[in-house]
């Protein structure tokens, strides 16, 4: 993760700012005890706690990216503000912050596929920003049916065995990530986890399948 500041101590006006980029490796142990990186995570802490403090605006940090836009459109289609389609995913209504940890792309190499890797190194970062952000946000959606199949990197590393048909990948994978509880949010594509539910240790402790 990283994230600059002004040097003088003044107060960052630009939206983008508040948009902090995470970048995290999924790492396996062998048996003789060899690490080697098998995936990737990659995610943005949106921290709109920071921003309401010193007057930037949610709706201008949404709007200083195109996929973010696309969150906001969505969030917010029955809200007047983001702050109250987060307040309506919070218990009772009330949330302790308004950050947003946004789950862009989860990738895990083949080899290491169908044994809830993914699931468990999407619930370590979302340990590591739970007393920190309100909520969770993705969309599920299949790579190799986006930008992803235009990069031969990403094919040679990721692609094989990954499924030809798009809508039956679209429904396993929105079912994959409902095991650490992310749900629709209403009608749209995107699946939202309310942060001060998640209780890690449930995920560990489902057995391996």
């Known amino acids: 993760m990283e994230r600059s500041g002004s040097a003088d101590g003044s107060v960052d006006r630009e939206p983008d700012s508040y948009v902090i ?58 809200y007047e503000e983001v702050t109250d389609a987060i307040e309506s995913l919070c218990p009772l209504g009330a949330c302790f912050s308004y950050d947003v940890l946004l789950l862009a792309t989860i990738q895990i190499e083949p080899a290491h596929r169908g ?3 993914g699931l468990y190194a999407a619930a370590g970062l979302i340990d590591l920003f739970q007393d920190h952000c309100s909520i969770a946000l993705m969309q599920p959606f299949p790579m190799q049916f986006g930008a992803a199949k235009e ?50 240790r449930k995920v560990f402790a489902q057995p391996r399948r």
């Open 151 to 200: 990069n031969p990197k990403w094919m040679r590393r990721y692609s094989k065995g990954l499924g030809t048909d798009e809508r039956a990948g679209l429904l396993t994978l929105q079912s994959y990530w409902k095991q650490l509880g992310f749900r629709q949010f209403n009608d749209t594509p995107y699946f939202t986890l309310t942060l001060e539910q998640f209780d890690v």
């Open 21 to 78: 980029p995470v970048k995290a490796q999924i790492n396996c142990v062998d048996k003789d005890d060899d690490t080697s990186v098998v995936g990737e995570i990659f995610a943005d802490l949106i921290e709109l706690d920071r921003a309401l403090r010193v007057g930037v605006s949610p709706y201008d940090i949404f709007d200083s990216d195109a996929r973010l836009w696309e969150f906001y459109e969505e969030l917010c289609h029955d």
């Open 115 to 117: 044994d809830r890797l």
